[in-house]
């Protein structure tokens, strides 16, 4: 019946940006404007003695240079953390540092020039007098007590324990179950590296006395947000913060950086607009980084396969200063959703956020979730073998049912919907899962090392209600705001407080108001991105933006299509309660009378021209600020099988299948390529990707040639299949499909590696499985057997 | 990712260039994909570049009386689309970089720069390429297995430059072929192997191998020849003879890194010998 909604509808963005015409914030050419390069510590932890700038103030071209002591003496304010637990201790971050560098990479002093060429031979004419200090960048090394303390303010590196559950209650059913897997791992620091790197210009208009900043984000009105209350102090009605086409996020452009505090105040400060632009070597250590945890965990399992009890202990490495919603990641996003698919009648969880000399580490596409799923995924495949039981089988014996739903879990969270035996019925046939065993039980035979990985995932998406998640720490609440305004000639602007980097929600939500509203795709116009133009919105992350902002949208159509009834029904004197309104072709008639009909336009000009109900307000726009009733909770059962060369540790990804329950779909293609990619991000990090620091806190992996990003040929497309189970939790039925591939690709992967060295006797290596890893392992498996 | 300044020449002739570059005490620059990205990083400063890009008759693929001789100027992906030199060349020239990469890297740079991780150094070493430089007093010609001598060191002084590198021409009783484990992130060979054999039946009547990517430079695996040479190959020999490789490698001088550690590269030396011998040997 829908026109739009479930089909594969091209994204409308794709012409701009497969033809190079998508506008970034890089592309912005101001008049007069001057080019920043910032200096950048070498040492991970170091005293500033002083810092004599006199040669690159002297260089010609150089505009001026401004270390971390003008900043704080103007007042500037610290980068706040925007979610704060209980008993949490901060820090201040200041956006150039002050009295010590505290990781590489962080900023000492900034430089404008007429062009960036100067601005960056004027970076080498900075003198910083350093003193060196230890290092420390292991996140359960810093709590020790002879470790060197990254902040006075933060004792023992500790900034927060966050424990769910009651350990003792936990540990009792552990210790009377019969079997108990424990597992000591950790889960790496992984660097994101969005393809476009982050970039803000800011124009300060002395005469207004207004401040327009552009940056790459994804989230421009908590940006303008954080400005305002924490580090400019410009109020909200004196700063636009616009983030234009951003050229891809993952999670890392959703904080509050320096560089969005320190290009702002030399515009001001020099009255001129003033343009930053990261390289790719300074996104390396400036942007947020991902993951890095130390975790301890036991899984207690009955010899019929019932989970009895989980018990986890995570040291989470914050880096160098909490970033803006760091706390959470490691907190409510990760021990929430420890439960997995499955009914594990006791949980306990608890994570330490410490402080190290690195860069700091925030949320990255998942964030805390594939954390989570990876260590329950892990402990489970391991149950299966010291039970000698099919992975899927022993999955299925503690699946959550669907007439279970909603489901309490012991940890928080109520689930919505789901049908996990469905899913994997399904995943087991897009796989040939059964043809799958026999081909690695004959490869076996003939000597190979073939494995099968199996991951059931859950993800917590569309976060709400606001006043749950400010209750956990967040500084704001995660509604959502959606605005739909009709002109007078019938094309409609959406309003939207969510924010399109990637997502495609130019096509997606056109194609919902264009079923809710019965109007072509072509007449509609999203907007996001500008503070001016749309009202506070929460940006897009946590795949909110179809649940929470789509609903916002929806509701905002529902508002509009009952307006233009009352109008058409005064308009054809006939009751409002008569009135039908056609979604097929955005009509409107009475009930029984096709004739008596408006159309959509009709409705439009009427609404401007006042022909409407006397004690009705005049035009057709509508607004709605949705605050969800509950997290939506995509999941999923990824199956994919690899082999591992003997005599190298290398290894081929032969086959990846993955169904997907992220409820009801807008436009399938784009779901389909979140998938695929996402699934790509999860290999990243099963079999490549590692953010490596020596003892002395050098970032090891500071470029490509280091930091191993996958390419086409490291993944092969993965068979895709989807199951649709409605989620109560908005109208859409839509859960969320930015995450899900991320979550699951990594265990699913590092599963089936483990799988195909399980008959060399080997439990478990720690991810990245690196040929060398890997070799290492097949080593030592052989050495032991002999 | 701003270079400091630095002065530039365009070379139109050999000549030219060599003078150039003496005259400032430049470095050339040719593709520009190992200097550039250095020089990006502020990690080379070398003041004046003497550009050789476009000096004519230095690009491209001539064969003739058994050799086929390659403009140093000649890209990766010129190479890679090659189809009259032996196997192991664009099998390898393939496997450099990206589309981007290969069609602006040059073969004479990348052996000039001598990138112990880079391919071609190790597959010219095993076809027992002659690398013709040219310097002030003229040219001459330098053996692969005499041009690598060390870290980003080759035989060459900074008065010379790489004009062409001749190799075998393709030949039906003899096989080449390159076996390479990958850095994963780069893609540079953290072990790469070459292999030139020549075939009666299957009797190796001769054999040239070489090994990279963990040593300071290729090098020729003269063991792994001599345990080849006059044997019938079979996998039990083809391993055989790959095993010695352990006696062409001073171990003290393997390289280690985040990504493998020497350790590994030496175990991984006799199997990727043993694949570039049987692929080779596959060819013949």
């Known amino acids: 019946m829908s026109k739009y909604m479930g089909k594969a509808v091209k994204r409308v963005e794709d012409p701009r940006f497969i033809q190079g015409r998508g506008k970034y914030v890089a592309n912005l050419k101001l008049a007069n404007m001057g080019h920043a390069a910032i200096k950048r510590s070498p040492f991970a932890h170091a005293k500033i003695n002083g810092v004599d700038a006199s040669a690159a103030k002297a260089l010609d071209g150089v505009i001026a240079v401004y270390t971390g002591q003008d900043l704080q003496a103007a007042g500037v304010g610290s980068l706040p953390c925007g979610f704060n637990p209980p008993g949490i201790v901060t820090a201040p971050h200041m956006p150039l540092a002050v009295d010590k560098v505290r990781h590489v990479g962080d900023g000492v002093a900034v430089v404008i020039a007429n062009d960036i060429y100067t601005a960056y031979d004027a970076l080498d004419l900075i003198e910083v007098d350093y003193e060196p200090l230890p290092a420390v960048v292991d996140a359960k090394k810093a709590t020790a007590a002879d470790a060197p303390q990254v902040h006075d303010e933060i004792p023992n590196n500790t900034s927060f324990h966050w424990p769910l559950g009651e350990s003792d209650t936990v540990m009792g059913a552990m210790n009377e179950s019969d079997h108990v897997v424990e597992l000591d791992f950790i889960n790496q620091r992984l660097i994101p590296n969005a393809m476009e790197p982050r970039a803000c210009v800011a124009e300060w208009n002395a005469f207004t006395e207004e401040m327009t900043v552009w940056t790459s984000s994804q989230n421009p009105h908590l940006i303008r947000l954080l400005m305002s209350m924490a580090t400019l102090g410009i109020p909200e009605n004196r700063l636009r913060v616009i983030s234009p086409d951003v050229g891809g996020g993952f999670g890392s452009k959703i904080f509050h950086y320096p560089e969005e505090v320190i290009v702002p105040w030399c515009s001001k400060q020099l009255g001129q607009p003033v343009k930053w632009v990261s390289t790719r070597s300074e996104a390396f250590v400036t942007d947020a980084h991902g993951r890095d945890h130390v975790t301890t965990a036991k899984l207690g399992v009955n010899n019929d396969g019932t989970f009895t009890a989980l018990h986890v202990q995570t040291w989470a490495n914050m880096g160098a200063y909490l970033s803006t919603f760091a706390p959470m990641i490691p907190t409510a996003l990760y021990i929430t959703l420890f439960s997995g698919l499955y009914k594990i009648p006791h949980i306990f969880g608890e994570s330490w956020g410490t402080m190290t000399n690195t860069v700091p580490v925030d949320a990255y596409r998942g964030a805390g979730r594939p954390e ?49 035996d469905q899913l994997f019925d399904k995943a087991m046939e897009v796989s040939g ?132 009834k009352a109008i058409a029904a005064y308009q054809l004197e006939a009751a409002v309660e008569d009135m039908v309104y056609d979604q097929e072709n955005g009509t409107i008639h009475v009930q029984g009378s096709p004739d008596r009909s408006k159309t959509f336009v009709d409705i439009s000009v009427a609404a401007l021209m006042g022909h409407i109900p006397d ?61 695929q990619g996402g699934i790509v991000q999860g290999v990243g990090q099963a079999l490549l990707e590692h953010g490596i620091y020596d003892e002395d806190g050098q970032l090891l992996t500071g470029t490509f040639l280091d930091y191993a990003m996958p390419r086409a040929d490291d993944v092969p497309m993965s068979a ?48 990245p499985h690196t040929a060398a890893a890997i070799h290492g392992a097949i080593q030592s498996a052989s050495v032991s057997a002999d | 990712m701003y270079p400091p300044k630095f002065d530039y020449y365009r070379a139109g002739s050999v000549e030219e260039a060599l003078a150039l570059r003496k005259q ?63 196997d192991i060349l664009p099998e390898a020239a393939g496997w450099i970089g990206d589309p981007m990469v290969r069609n602006r890297g040059t073969v004479g740079g990348n052996i000039a720069h001598a990138d ?3 391919d ?39 008065d010379e430059m790489v ?34 054999l020549t075939m009666q039946g299957n009797q190796c009547t001769a054999a040239s191998v070489s090994i990279g990517g963990l040593l300071p430079n290729a090098i020729r695996c003269p063991s792994v020849e001599a345990a080849l040479f006059g044997q019938t190959l079979n996998e039990e020999t083809i391993a055989a003879a790959a095993a010695a490789v352990a006696n062409d490698i001073v171990a003290d001088d393997v390289m280690g890194d985040i990504h493998a550690s020497a350790e590994y590269r030496q175990r991984m030396a006799p199997v990727f010998v043993k694949r570039a011998i049987a692929a080779a040997a596959a060819r013949a």
């Open chain 2, 116 to 118: 112990p991780a880079s």
């Open chain 1, 372 to 420: 989570a799923s990876y260590l329950l995924e892990r402990l489970i495949d391991i149950a299966a073998r010291d039970l000698n039981m099919d992975p899927i089988e022993l999955r299925r014996k503690n699946f959550i049912q669907p007439d279970e739903f909603p489901y309490q879990t012991p940890v928080a969270m109520v689930y919505d919907s789901g049908d996990y």
């Open chain 1, 615 to 675: 004690d009705m307000e005049p035009s057709l726009e509508e607004a709605t600020f949705f605050d969800p009733p509950n997290f939506t909770f995509p999941n999923s059962a990824h199956i994919a099988m690899v082999e591992v060369d003997k005599e190298s540790g290398e290894i081929s990804l032969l086959k990846y299948a993955a169904v997907d329950d992220v409820g009801n779909v807008i436009n399938p293609m784009i779901v389909e390529g979140q998938l």
């Open chain 2, 120 to 158: 071609l150094p190790t597959v010219f070493t095993a076809l027992q390429a002659k690398i013709h430089v040219a310097g002030e007093g003229g040219s001459r010609v330098v053996e692969a297995s005499n041009f690598f001598t060390g870290l980003f060191e080759t035989a060459m002084s900074d």
């Open chain 2, 163 to 196: 004009t062409a590198v001749e190799v075998p021409s393709k030949d039906n009783h003899t096989g080449t072929a390159y076996a390479k484990l990958f850095n994963p992130a780069s893609r540079y060979a953290i072990v790469g192997a070459g292999a030139m």
């Open chain 1, 433 to 564: 899962y059964n043809e799958m065993i026999e081909e690695r039980d004959r490869a076996r035979q003939e000597g190979r090392l073939v494995g099968i990985g199996v991951s059931g995932c859950i993800e917590a998406s569309g976060a709400g209600p606001s006043k749950v998640v400010t209750s956990l720490g967040a500084g704001v609440g995660l509604w959502e705001h959606g605005l739909v305004r009709v002109h007078p000639t019938g094309k409609i602007s959406v309003l939207t407080g969510t924010h399109a980097h990637g997502q495609g929600h130019e096509t997606t939500f056109a194609q919902l108001v264009a079923d809710e509203l019965g109007v072509p795709m072509d007449d509609i116009e999203i907007v996001h991105g500008d503070t001016s133009k749309t009202p506070f919105g929460l940006g897009t992350y946590a795949s909110r933006s179809a649940a929470v902002g789509g609903t916002a949208i929806m509701k905002s159509c529902e508002k509009i299509r009952e307006k233009m």
């Open chain 2, 24 to 86: 400032h005490d430049g470095k050339f620059l040719a593709g520009g994909h190992s200097l550039i990205p250095v020089m990006k990083l502020r990690l080379s400063d070398p003041g004046v570049l003497v550009d050789i890009g476009r000096i004519d008759g230095l690009k491209g693929i001539s064969a003739a009386n058994g050799s086929a001789k390659i403009g140093a100027l000649t890209t990766h992906a010129m190479v890679e689309a090659a189809d009259n030199l032996p």
């Open chain 1, 720 to 767: 895709l299949g989807r199951i649709e189970i409605p989620s109560p939790s908005n109208p859409l039925g839509v859960k969320g499909a930015g995450e899900m591939g991320t979550i699951a690709g990594t265990p699913t992967v590092a599963n089936a590696v483990m799988d195909a060295l399980h008959p060399l006797g080997v439990r478990h290596v720690d991810i």
